[in-house]
Structures are given as structure tokens and as C-alpha cells.
């Protein structure tokens, strides 16, 4: 579904949640009310003194817009204006709609810190904790490199710590749902989120998008050199 035909369906107000960018990389977060007078444009209200001037944001860095009206939608937005004190004017330029957890953008993984514990009670490993690698992560789960072979269904407590510019660690249980090996010692292995509240999936999903952008950056660098 394109913007504007998704926007024109909502009501003309609606409440959400938006992830911005400042100047020095860190992310910030803030709710407002959106109103959706003039799609695929936004305006959006913030309560007094929620957000810092102008001068301090990024206005060149997208802006993730997140919606729950009965699904969670990512709206991914470029900033129009920010001349009014918490008052935001974005456009929109991609709806990303997730019916289900598995359906969430899935971006690389290969910059995040990795740890987990076993969760089940006949383990003597149990409070042992490993280290792993990411592949590709989503709301939904990850998918990372272990040395050691996991069974699926196993059920596993992660810690998953999301660097600049989110800047966050994240404790989650999960459960594995597929382990290929790839060679000694080295497992690629899939493992689903359980019970990860709004908040970590928005962090998460500005993780993914952060991380596309810097790719897509290093290309462009290539290219030129």
C-alpha cells in the first residue's frame, strides 16, 4: 500500500510514536498526536517542551513514525519542517505494515553484541553465558552465528545490546526454531522472540534502518573513491 492511500484511511487524528535522530547520533524518542490533514504529509504535536530546538536535529536523517491501530506500522519519513517549537512536519514515503511478528523489516545484525543462557531447568549450564554473532535481526527474532549446537524449541534468555544511535540493551526470552551447521563449531541458529513489548521492537526497527542508511553510505563512499 503506498503512503498517501494508507494515510487517507486513517482517522485525523492518531496518537504515535516517533524516533528521531540528533546531531551527534543519538536517538530520540518522543509520542505525539498526528494529524492527517494533507497525506503523504504529517503534522505532528508534541506536548510542550517535548522535543529540543531545531538546531539539535538531524533533519536530514529519516524519521520512523510507529502507528498501533490494531497492527503496528512503521511509517518512514523525511522531516519538512521544524521551524515550530514541538511541532513536526514530515512526509511520508513508505508505509511498512506488520500483521504478524515474522512480517517486521529485518535488517543486519553483524554490528550487535550477542549473549544468551539456556533457560531449561536440567541444564547445569543454565547460568553459563555465551556470546554469539548476528546474521539479521527483527521485532520478531534473530538469526546468529553460535559454537555451540543448540536443539530446536530450546528455550534461551538473550541479551542484545543495540549500539549507537539507539544505544540500548535488550532482555529477552526466546526460543530457537532452526540450527543449520556450518561448519565446526559453528552453528547458524534462528531463534524467535518471546513477550518483546512495543518500546524494544521500535528499538529494534530504528536499529535496522540506522544500520541500512550507514550502509548505504559506505557504498556511496566506495563508489566514489
Not at 42 to 60: C, H, K, M, S, V
Not at 71 to 95: G, K, M
Not at 127 to 139: D, H
Not at 154 to 174: F, R, S
Request: glycine share 4%; aromatic share 6%; charged share 20%.
Amino acid at each position: 500500500m503506498d503512503a498517501t492511500t494508507y494515510l487517507e484511511n486513517l482517522p485525523a487524528q492518531v496518537q504515535v510514536a516517533v524516533n528521531l535522530t540528533t546531531i551527534n547520533g543519538v536517538q530520540l524518542k518522543a509520542k505525539g498526536m498526528a494529524m492527517v490533514d494533507d497525506p503523504p504529509t504529517l503534522e505532528i504535536r508534541f506536548p510542550a517542551n517535548t522535543l529540543p530546538g531545531q538546531e539539535l536535529i538531524d533533519t536530514e536523517s529519516d524519521c520512523l513514525i510507529f502507528i498501533e491501530t490494531g497492527e503496528i506500522v512503521t511509517l518512514i519519513s523525511s522531516i519538512a519542517d521544524f521551524s515550530v517549537q514541538d511541532c513536526l512536519l514530515v512526509t511520508v514515503r513508505d508505509v511498512v505494515q506488520h500483521v504478524e511478528k515474522r512480517d517486521f523489516y529485518r535488517g543486519p545484525a553483524v554490528h550487535l553484541s550477542i549473549s544468551w543462557t539456556y533457560r531449561s531447568k536440567k541444564r547445569s549450564t543454565d547460568q553459563m553465558k555465551f556470546e554469539a554473532s548476528g546474521v539479521n535481526i527483527s521485532c520478531g527474532g534473530i538469526l546468529m552465528t553460535t559454537d555451540q549446537p543448540l536443539a530446536a524449541r530450546e528455550k534461551l534468555m538473550l541479551e542484545i545490546h543495540l549500539p549507537e544511535p539507539v544505544h540500548k540493551t535488550i532482555h529477552c526470552q526466546a526460543s530457537v526454531i532452526r540450527v543449520n551447521q556450518v561448519k565446526t563449531a559453528l552453528y547458524y541458529t534462528a531463534v524467535q522472540f518471546h513477550g518483546l513489548d512495543s518500546e524494544n521492537c521500535d528499538d529494534i526497527m530504528s536499529y535496522c534502518f540506522a544500520e541500512q542508511r550507514r550502509l548505504l553510505r559506505e557504498q556511496v563512499v566506495t563508489k566514489d573513491l
